[in-house]
T-cell receptor, first 110, second 112 residues
Framework: GQQLNQSPQSMFIQEGEDVSMNCTSS?????WLWYKQDPGEGPVLLIA?????ELTSNGRLTAQFGITRKDSFLNISASIPSDVGIYFC??????????FGKGTLLTVNP | DAMVIQNPRYQVTQFGKPVTLSCSQT?????MYWYQQKSSQAPKLLFH???????NEADTPDNFQSRRPNTSFCFLDIRSPGLGDTAMYLC???????????FGQGTRLTVV
């Protein structure tokens, strides 16, 4: 089946630092989505990417759809304590189904 | 605000006692999904509706059923919950098959 390799699995950073995480796959995806999930809550959509090479920002967040269509990254600049949570990438191929990465747990120390 | 709303937020049920979780949406989206998320894992798709068409994932246990009486509402029925069904259950919607999915806040189900 389709597998998404999301890394790193966890990150511990100081407030103000920049963060980068990525997802890779052996399969081509048509859509990449990045979600953030707080404990006990549902995932919240951060950024959606639909075209290879697309670079999209949402405030301090920037995500890119890889040229090969097999990867995507998410950057967070100048992290703040409320950035704490689990970040999931999700990819969609030509059908309806989202394939999720295993998540990156981000901890920000004030 | 347009939203995906799940009720209840927390549910405790006894082993083997049927339970129903509900999801409603004000987005008027065609597609509604149910995911199961166990602790420290990614969400796992159980099934989805495209309008009234039901699509079950191959590995979804028969114990899990769903109903979508109208565009706005979708229900997840667990006929005989086992201890292993303890998880967060997430409802999501998307306008069409290829568009982004929006999640509700989830129902945390505990089977005792």
């Amino acid at each position: 089946g389709q597998q998404l390799n999301q890394s790193p699995q966890s990150m511990f950073i100081q407030e103000g630092e920049d963060v980068s995480m990525n997802c890779t796959s052996s399969s081509i995806f048509n859509t990449w989505l990045w979600y953030k999930q707080d404990p006990g809550e549902g995932p919240v959509l951060l950024i959606a990417l639909y075209k290879a090479g697309e670079l999209t920002s949402n405030g301090r967040l920037t995500a890119q759809f890889g040229i090969t269509r097999k990867d995507s990254f998410l950057n967070i600049s100048a992290s703040i304590p409320s950035d704490v949570g689990i970040y999931f990438c999700a990819g969609r191929r030509s059908n309806y189904k989202l394939t999720f990465g295993k998540g990156t747990l981000l901890t920000v120390n004030p | 605000d347009a939203m995906v709303i799940q009720n209840p937020r927390y549910q405790v049920t006894q082993f083997g006692k049927p339970v129903t979780l509900s999801c409603s949406q004000t987005l008027n989206h065609n597609v509604m999904y149910w995911y199961q998320q166990k602790s420290s894992q990614a969400p796992k798709l159980l099934f989805h509706y495209y309008d009234k068409d039901f699509n079950n994932e191959a590995d979804t246990p028969d114990n899990f059923q769903s109903r979508r009486p109208n565009t706005s509402f979708c229900f997840l029925d667990i006929r005989s919950p086992g201890l292993g069904d303890t998880a967060m259950y997430l409802c999501a919607t998307s306008r069409v098959m290829g568009s982004e999915a929006f999640f509700g806040q989830g129902t945390r189900l505990t089977v005792v």
